[in-house]
């Protein structure tokens, strides 16, 4: 069998078995028999059984060894009865992928040893060709195949999240230097983000292509832009990325954090799902978005610090507002934080789908 036919078959039958799953209707808002969860950052430190495979084997290494990828992601599956998986892998792997020298740091996150900072630096940002992820197939393929009806979720980062790291050199609080060419050189700005649009939407295509259901775009810091600067320098490069993968058919969803005054445009740069972080009511949330979307949200992640009684009302109060939404797939405000309880994410799970058992 040819690649392409052999990839087309792989994803008919993953996107098939998967089709009808509290999830996925969910994400087309369809009625469902209960309200589907899942976590950010579900599969990671808050496990024993993660910690315990990923020792000695560094983040960005671990992301390409299909057989421990698939092991890692299955994990929280098999935990906590999750209603979808979401693929184990970062943001910055594809940039690695087309020969970026950057590294995960333990306790920071992404670092890019030369920063991009001039024109002459984007020659370092060439396409992502299918090859060079390789491992990314062939680990949605062996994990599609262990999953079943349960629906995998492909990701990737926004091109202007991904461009805070590599402009930055780093995690960032004040995203000086990324607004510094924002502002002072906008063309070199839209160069950049359009090489970073290109590599996303392919990244996002691999995952498809192997199988992934649907797909996450994470605009993680998008929250430090005013909405006019959203609007005119970020939302076209986004746009395209969604864009790119429409053809698909999988839903698409849009997250970031501290994006309150931001979602009606994350929405509008061409998501199916909007996710919503802890600051803003589902409720309100919506009339922000307006008709026609699904919201995925929005728990404080550091509510599961708190006693059981305390995470049930406040997942009850996440609920309510979230009583009128055309769909809804209950997810934490952002990630997991490495010291929750898993136990408590394993109630949770059981609570909201008790809750909300139609
Ligand atoms: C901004 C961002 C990154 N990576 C990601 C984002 C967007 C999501 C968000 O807003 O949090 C996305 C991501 N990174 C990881 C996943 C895996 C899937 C999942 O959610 O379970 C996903 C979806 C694995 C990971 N990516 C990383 C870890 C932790 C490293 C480890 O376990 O050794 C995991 C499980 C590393 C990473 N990579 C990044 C950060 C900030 C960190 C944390 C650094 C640290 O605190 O140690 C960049």
């Not at 309510?320 to 934080?337: S, Y």
Request: proline share 7%; glycine share 8%.
């Amino acid at each position: 069998m040819s690649e392409r036919s052999h990839q087309q078959t792989g994803r008919t039958a993953a996107h098939e078995a998967a089709h009808d799953s509290a999830f996925l209707r969910a994400c087309r808002r369809e009625p469902v028999p209960h309200t589907p969860v899942w976590f950010m950052r579900q599969a990671g430190r808050s496990l024993p059984e993660y910690r315990k495979v990923r020792e000695g084997v560094p983040m960005l290494e671990s992301c390409m060894r299909p057989e421990l990828v698939t092991e890692i992601t299955l994990q929280p599956v098999r935990r906590h009865g999750v209603d979808a998986a979401i693929f184990f892998s970062d943001i910055v792997v594809p940039l690695k992928a087309i020969g970026i020298d950057l590294d995960i740091k333990p306790g920071v996150g992404p670092v890019v040893a030369d920063p991009v900072r001039t024109r002459a630096d984007l020659d370092r940002l060439r396409p992502l060709e299918p090859g060079d992820v390789a491992y990314v197939t062939e680990a949605i393929g062996m994990l599609t195949a262990e999953l079943g009806a349960t629906p995998l979720i492909g990701f990737a980062g926004a091109p202007f999240t991904l461009a805070s790291y590599l402009i930055e050199g780093g995690p960032s609080r004040t995203y000086e230097r990324t607004k510094a060419m924002m502002y002072g050189d906008p063309q070199l700005w839209a160069d950049l983000v359009g090489r970073l649009s290109a590599i996303t939407s392919a990244f996002l295509r691999v995952q498809i292509e192997a199988g992934a259901s649907a797909v996450q775009l994470f605009d993680s810091w998008a929250g430090a832009l005013a909405p006019a600067d959203y609007r005119r320098y970020v939302m076209p490069a986004s746009s395209e990325v969604f864009a790119s993968v429409a053809g698909y058919g999988v839903p698409r969803i849009h997250f970031g954090v501290g994006t309150g005054e931001l979602l009606a445009l994350m929405g509008e740069a061409g998501a199916d799902v909007v996710g919503v972080d802890w600051r803003v009511p589902l409720d309100e949330a919506a009339r922000r978005i307006g008709p026609g979307k699904a919201l995925q949200g929005n728990l404080d992640p550091t509510v599961l610090f708190a006693p059981r009684e305390a995470v049930e009302t406040k997942t009850d109060e996440v609920l309510a507002a979230a009583r009128d939404l055309e769909g809804h797939v209950f997810n934490l405000g952002h990630g997991v934080m490495p010291s929750t309880d898993p136990d408590a994410l394993t109630h949770l799970v059981e609570y909201v789908h008790e809750r909300t058992a139609r």
